[in-house]
């Protein structure tokens, strides 16, 4: 029905940056809320960043001052730039978005990408 494709997820030196990508594809009738997600080793998944349809922004006290949440709303992609990146980021990182499905005035759901590994590690 939906699915999400995340990318650029990898392996980088403390402070160094990276930039998540997620694309949704499949049949839908339109996007609102994106967002990501992580989950680290032994812990619970914990929002990240999210981001409204029309550029609302929130995120997570740990991460604020070094992320930034954007997206494109014809390509239906989220973004998530990363700066000085610490240990404590290493993460699978997921993205999710809101989307409204179905026939008529459709149905919201929220649907989930498969994650993308990141490593923080000198």
């Known amino acids: 029905q939906v699915q999400l494709v995340e990318s650029g997820g990898g392996l980088v030196q403390p402070g160094g940056s990276l930039r998540l990508s997620c694309a949704a594809s499949?049949?839908?009738?339109?996007?609102?809320?994106m967002g990501w997600y992580r989950q680290a080793p032994g812990k619970e998944r914990e929002h990240v960043a999210s981001?409204?349809?029309?550029?609302?922004?929130t995120y997570v006290d740990s991460m604020k001052d070094r992320v930034t949440v954007s997206r494109d709303n014809y390509k239906n992609t989220v973004y998530l730039q990363m700066n000085n990146l610490k240990p404590g980021d290493t993460a699978v990182y997921y993205c999710?978005?809101?989307?409204?499905?179905?026939?008529?005035?459709?149905?919201?759901?929220?649907?989930w990408g498969l994650g993308t590994q990141v490593a923080v590690s000198s």
């Open positions: 981001i409204t349809y029309d550029g609302s922004t």
């Open positions: 499949g049949s839908f009738i339109d996007i609102s809320t």
């Open positions: 999710t978005m809101r989307c409204r499905t179905g026939k008529g005035w459709g149905v919201w759901s929220a649907f």
